[in-house]
């Protein structure tokens, strides 16, 4: 039984991942992650009888916060399969979000997590793994690495101007985007949300060259639209993906941009206000029937999807018209 290893057990075990000088100080197992800061490099943890050895703390890598590390999210091994694993424990936040007049109650839920986990495990767009609990009852979750990175940090290292880009790469990344869209449809179809759609939240799994959400913890509480803190959360990420990045008010300015005298208010993103959203002031050439998707998320819109299927169905019209 895993339960009765010895020292000498866990050192066999742990031997080609840790320093040799490790062999002189016990390691420690650990069966409560209540504490997570407790839950440190070197440890072994027991979840459900099997050891998974604590490697490094997550850092959040968002808006230039990588250096901020996420205590409650550690990188693990598996020790009786060799594979490497994403480890997340309990932690509890909450936060209150608004967007285009609408109020939203952002909290964290290991418990919708772990239900969505056992939801998408055959689905090609997620992120794998499974929840347990630990011995004092808590939800961990046991992610499966993906090899990749975000689609966040691909299109912010591409080196080559827009026109290039929208008209050589674009298409393939918009129909890799489709496909995201697709998966939450199918999430939304069986009463679950994302809760936290990110650019950096998709993960380019280059070994399956597929495109898979990541992090689902994230939930809110909703009066009008259930799906709308996802939906918007969709438009900002299509807004990052059509105009290579963000357009922030400013850059433009700093760059002497021409369009700056011709943007308005309701040219913005209806989030984030210092962000263009009507980029075919920025790139004419970008085709009046996406614009038209991409105001939707604008403060100027008279009226916002209210699920995923309206956005498809527009997506889809832009592609029938434009050839891609």
Same mark, same amino acid.
């Given at each position: &039984? &895993?339960?009765s290893l010895s020292q000498e057990e866990i050192f066999e075990l742990t031997e080609r991942w840790l320093p040799k000088d490790r062999k002189s100080q016990p390691i420690r197992m650990l069966r409560d992650t209540t504490d997570f800061f407790r839950v440190d490099y070197g440890d072994v943890l027991m979840l459900n009888e099997k050891p998974y050895l604590i490697r490094q703390n997550a850092k959040e890598g968002r808006f230039g916060l990588d250096d901020e590390v996420k205590y409650w999210v550690k990188r693990a091994i598996d020790l009786q399969k060799g594979s490497y694993k994403i480890i997340k424990l309990v932690f509890y936040e909450r936060f209150m979000s608004q967007i285009g007049g609408i109020r939203f109650e952002c909290f964290r839920s290991p418990k919708k997590e772990a239900r969505i986990l056992e939801l998408v495990a055959d689905h090609k767009n997620f992120m794998h793994g499974f929840? #347990? $609990?630990? !011995?004092k009852g808590n939800i #961990? @979750? #046991?992610?499966?690495?993906?090899? !990749?990175r975000p689609l966040s940090d691909y299109i912010e290292g591409l080196h080559l101007d827009h026109y290039t880009y929208f008209k050589d790469l674009f298409p393939d990344i918009l129909n890799h985007f489709m496909e995201c869209i697709r998966a939450i @449809? =199918?999430?939304?179809g069986k009463g679950e949300k994302h809760g936290d759609i990110r650019r950096d939240h998709i993960f380019i799994d280059r070994e399956r060259n597929r495109y898979r959400w990541i992090d689902f913890d994230l939930n809110y509480r909703h009066r009008e639209n259930i799906y !709308?803190?996802? *939906? =918007?959360?969709?438009g900002n990420v299509l807004?990052? *993906? #059509? !105009? $290579?990045?963000?357009m922030l008010l400013f850059d433009l300015k700093a760059r002497g941009c021409p369009s700056i005298e011709v943007l308005r208010d309701e040219d913005l993103n209806i989030v984030f206000h210092n962000r263009v959203a009507n980029l075919k002031k920025i790139y004419p050439y970008i085709p009046e029937s996406l614009n038209m998707v991409l105001m939707h998320f604008s403060k100027g819109a008279n009226w916002f999807y209210e699920n995923t299927a309206q956005l498809l169905e527009d997506l889809e019209e832009f592609k029938r018209k434009s050839g891609i």
């Amino acid at each position: &039984m &895993m339960n009765s290893l010895s020292q000498e057990e866990i050192f066999e075990l742990t031997e080609r991942w840790l320093p040799k000088d490790r062999k002189s100080q016990p390691i420690r197992m650990l069966r409560d992650t209540t504490d997570f800061f407790r839950v440190d490099y070197g440890d072994v943890l027991m979840l459900n009888e099997k050891p998974y050895l604590i490697r490094q703390n997550a850092k959040e890598g968002r808006f230039g916060l990588d250096d901020e590390v996420k205590y409650w999210v550690k990188r693990a091994i598996d020790l009786q399969k060799g594979s490497y694993k994403i480890i997340k424990l309990v932690f509890y936040e909450r936060f209150m979000s608004q967007i285009g007049g609408i109020r939203f109650e952002c909290f964290r839920s290991p418990k919708k997590e772990a239900r969505i986990l056992e939801l998408v495990a055959d689905h090609k767009n997620f992120m794998h793994g499974f929840a #347990v $609990k630990d !011995g004092k009852g808590n939800i #961990v @979750r #046991v992610i499966d690495l993906i090899h !990749g990175r975000p689609l966040s940090d691909y299109i912010e290292g591409l080196h080559l101007d827009h026109y290039t880009y929208f008209k050589d790469l674009f298409p393939d990344i918009l129909n890799h985007f489709m496909e995201c869209i697709r998966a939450i @449809r =199918f999430l939304h179809g069986k009463g679950e949300k994302h809760g936290d759609i990110r650019r950096d939240h998709i993960f380019i799994d280059r070994e399956r060259n597929r495109y898979r959400w990541i992090d689902f913890d994230l939930n809110y509480r909703h009066r009008e639209n259930i799906y !709308g803190y996802d *939906l =918007f959360g969709l438009g900002n990420v299509l807004l990052f *993906l #059509v !105009g $290579k990045g963000d357009m922030l008010l400013f850059d433009l300015k700093a760059r002497g941009c021409p369009s700056i005298e011709v943007l308005r208010d309701e040219d913005l993103n209806i989030v984030f206000h210092n962000r263009v959203a009507n980029l075919k002031k920025i790139y004419p050439y970008i085709p009046e029937s996406l614009n038209m998707v991409l105001m939707h998320f604008s403060k100027g819109a008279n009226w916002f999807y209210e699920n995923t299927a309206q956005l498809l169905e527009d997506l889809e019209e832009f592609k029938r018209k434009s050839g891609i």
